[in-house]
């Protein structure tokens, strides 16, 4: 008997684990992040999100650009954009619109806790629904992700959401249910190509093989390679746009040397090498193991290693077993494409230059699905292992009880640890990131007067980033935030800006000089 067969993981139940995700999100938001982006990144897609959100895809560019420079954000032939994929800036335009950004990650966070349950019960059982559910929740890599404004929350609800519907489609084979999936592809295609590459690869080999033994399957498969060729296609027209060549990311319009492969040209250094590749996988991979859980003894990848190990080990014995012809079990099967899917993220960007990490080992973000369920299935393996093992060398009615409730207190003990003694110090660590901070910048603008151009003497794009996202892309807003770029700019501003009453910041005091 089921240790939680009591605590089927109904609706309400889930809809608990979902929104103590997304409350945990907002609460870091603001403690850690102080609702502010903290990395090039998360300006560039503020920026984007605001453009979008004015049913733009481009802005025109500001009239002295080296007044508004910021890092990622780019003035090119008369246009200002950021230089990433639409598709993520697209969902963060939603959070614009409502007036407060990191609101689309907190509900990210929670559909992801809601769809890690869906696949766990259609899959597996309702146990292991309910702990992959639980894991992701008590994760610091996750909640941290889901706290800033960086795509990856986004993007794993996106995988998570087409991992639902492509297993939908397979038990029952219709265009209904390819639908959500379809749009998920889409998104993920046109918000992280590369990433989609890696947790889509094991879904399209496994595709290629049904679509020539299931004819029912056929039409969901055509149309979900449809939705991804759509998405490719209007990516490659976005790059158009924007850079003036279908192939060139914007990536490689800010750095030249940002493209994914091996050789020369790529990379700071000039060469990225086979054996950069497996550095940085490494790197990513200690910390994975650091901070999933953040469980004492690097443990954290231990249940999803050994299920999958299990899994691996039936596939190969498969063909030997009687009778023959006869299919491998649901569990096994998903316990090998949610594997696969995890492998296949972490190869691909073993391609990619930089190990990426911030905020966590955040190339691998998009697994965390795949790594929760894997890691729910390995902890009950293990636990009915353990409870044969008892039984067989010492038989008794309490032994399978006793053994039960010793896991969940090491469990709980574990999730413990994981939140406190890693958890806290790893979110404290992120902290005035970057030395961005909510001061001076709030109080200076709420000092401002109305129609005035604030002159902010930046040493580094960090103390102008909480000035800038203040601006609004067509620079309309009531107070607008420039850079001080010296006297002799003065001038320029008020050509520039007529009619608007010019100061400079004073950062130190938080205080405004008037410039006549």
């Known amino acids: 008997m089921n240790l939680f067969s009591r605590f089927r ?27 502010l982006p903290h990395t090039e990144d998360e300006v560039a897609f503020l920026f984007q999100a605001m453009t979008y959100a004015r049913g733009h895809l481009l802005a025109p560019a500001p009239p002295l650009p080296a007044a508004f ?23 963060l335009s939603l959070g614009v619109l409502v007036g407060y950004p990191p609101l689309v990650n907190a509900l990210a966070a929670a559909a992801c806790i809601l769809l890690i349950v869906a696949i ?27 706290a800033s404004l960086m795509a990856h929350t986004v993007c794993l609800a996106l995988t998570l959401l087409f991992t639902w519907s492509f297993l939908a489609t397979v038990d029952r084979p219709s265009a209904r249910a390819a639908m959500p999936g379809m ?32 004819p029912a399957w056929r039409p969901p498969a055509l149309l979900f390679a449809a939705s991804g060729l759509l998405a490719t296609a209007a990516l490659l027209a976005y790059n158009q746009r924007t850079t003036g060549d279908p192939l060139v990311f914007g990536y490689q319009l800010w750095w030249p040397f940002d493209k ?56 190969l ?17 998903l316990d090998l494409l949610l594997a696969a899917q995890a492998a296949s993220l972490i190869l691909v960007h073993m391609a990619y230059w930089t190990t990426g990490e911030m905020y966590g080992p955040r190339y691998y973000a998009e697994a965390l699905g795949s790594l929760a369920l894997l890691s729910a299935r390995g902890l009950l393996t293990a636990l009915r292992w353990l409870e044969t093992s008892w039984l067989l060398l010492a038989p008794s009615r309490q032994a399978p009880l006793i053994l039960r409730v010793g ?39 709420e000092r401002a007067p109305h129609g005035s151009l604030i002159l902010v003497p930046a040493r580094y794009w960090t103390d102008y980033a909480p000035f800038f996202v203040r601006n609004d892309p067509w620079l309309q807003a009531p107070v607008i935030f420039a850079l001080d770029l010296g006297p002799g700019y003065e001038e320029a501003c008020r050509q520039a800006f007529p009619g608007r009453a010019l100061y400079r910041a004073d950062l130190q005091y938080a205080s405004l000089i008037p410039l006549s």
């Open 9 to 35: 993981p109904s609706d309400p139940l889930a809809l608990v684990l979902a929104f103590f995700a997304a409350e945990s999100s907002i609460v870091l938001n603001r403690v850690v992040f102080e609702a």
């Open 69 to 91: 420079f910021i890092p990622f954000v780019i003035v090119r032939d008369g246009m200002w954009f950021g230089k990433y994929p639409p598709g993520y800036p697209l969902v």
């Open 183 to 214: 749009v998920a592809l889409a998104l993920l295609v046109l918000a992280r190509p590369l990433t989609a590459l890696g947790v889509l690869l094991p879904f399209v080999l496994w595709s290629t093989w049904r679509f020539w033994r299931v």
């Open 317 to 333: 014995a498969h063909p030997f077993r009687l009778p023959p012809g006869r299919p491998l079990s649901r569990p096994t099967t």
């Open 120 to 146: 766990g019960r259609r899959w597996y059982d309702a146990t292991t629904a309910w702990l992959a559910g639980l894991l992701l929740l008590v994760s610091p890599f996750f909640l941290l992700q889901a």
């Open 407 to 445: 896991a969940v207190l090491i469990l709980v003990s574990l999730i413990g640890w994981g939140l406190i003694r890693t958890g806290v110090p790893f979110w404290q660590s992120y902290r005035q990131w970057n030395h961005i901070t909510a001061e001076p910048a709030r109080t200076i603008a």
């Open 260 to 315: 994914v492969g091996f050789g020369s040209g790529i990379s700071p250094d000039g060469h990225h090498t086979l054996r950069d590749g497996w550095f940085n996988t490494r790197w990513n991979l200690r910390a994975l193991e650091r901070l999933l859980y953040g469980w004492p003894g690097r443990l954290d990848l231990v249940p999803a290693v050994l299920v999958t190990a299990a899994a691996v080990i039936q596939a």
